[in-house]
């Protein structure tokens, strides 16, 4: 089994539709998680942090599910803007520095 | 953006050429990595660095061959590579301690 497991896509969706993304992990001790934004051939960059209580961020919405082990990221309004391959992270163990990446989610809005 | 740079950007070597790869970082952090990117393949890690001292190397092949001179810098050092080393390169660092890590643009590298 897939330390992160992501469904890749692409998911399609019209402007301003809401979408949502699950990841699943596999080590029940992780203590960190994170969903990254990564456009194409660019760097992939840290969109949000993922906390127990959920959080959100204007347009985003992050939730985590320690007893089932999966993470959720919801978008609303989706902009055209908000294409890109969004990979699910886990850092699983805090005795390393080193993240856990999914495989990524690509989401592609149209007009 | 200029806060972890890449260099350079793209690179065509032969498997017998020696190249090295340099990424530095201007955010003040004392942690570094190394990640390779295949096509539809999650990150890679393949080294870490805290405080200058390697940490991590996650059962990387000595082709490869990092090196940290200061928090700020970081090399790999590639020697007789194979086709399938072919891949996006990225840096990132974070500070000690905090699992935010920033990366480079990375630096794609083609192996003929």
């Known amino acids: 089994r897939k330390e992160v497991e992501q469904d890749p896509g692409p998911f399609n969706v019209p402007e301003g539709a809401t979408v949502a993304f699950n990841c699943t992990y596999s080590n029940s001790a992780s203590q960190s998680f994170f969903w990254y934004r990564q456009d194409c051939r660019k760097e992939p960059k840290l969109l949000m942090s993922v906390y127990s209580s959920g959080n959100e961020d204007g347009r985003f919405t992050a939730q985590l599910n320690r007893a089932s082990q999966y993470i959720s990221l919801l978008i609303r309004d989706s902009k055209l803007s908000d294409s890109a391959t969004y990979l699910c992270?886990?850092?699983?163990?805090?005795?390393?520095?080193?993240?856990?990446f999914g495989s990524g989610t690509r989401l592609q809005v149209q007009p | 953006e200029t806060g972890v740079t890449q260099t350079p950007r793209h690179l065509v070597m032969g498997m017998t050429n020696k190249k090295s790869l340099k990424c530095e970082q201007h955010?003040?952090?004392?942690?570094m990595y190394w990640y390779k990117q295949s096509a539809k393949k999650p990150l890679e890690l393949m080294f870490v660095?805290?405080?200058?001292?390697?940490?991590e190397n996650n059962s990387v092949p000595s082709r490869f061959s990092p090196e940290c001179p200061n928090s700020s810098h970081l090399f790999l050092h590639l020697h007789t590579l194979q086709p399938e080393d072919s891949a996006l390169y990225l840096c990132?660092?974070?500070?000690?301690?905090?699992?935010?890590?920033?990366f480079g643009p990375g630096t794609r590298l083609t192996v003929l």
């Open positions: 955010l003040g952090h004392n942690a």
């Open positions: 660095y805290n405080f200058k001292e390697q940490t």
């Open positions: 992270v886990v850092n699983p163990d805090t005795g390393r520095r080193a993240l856990t």
């Open positions: 990132a660092s974070s500070q000690v301690g905090v699992n935010t890590q920033y």
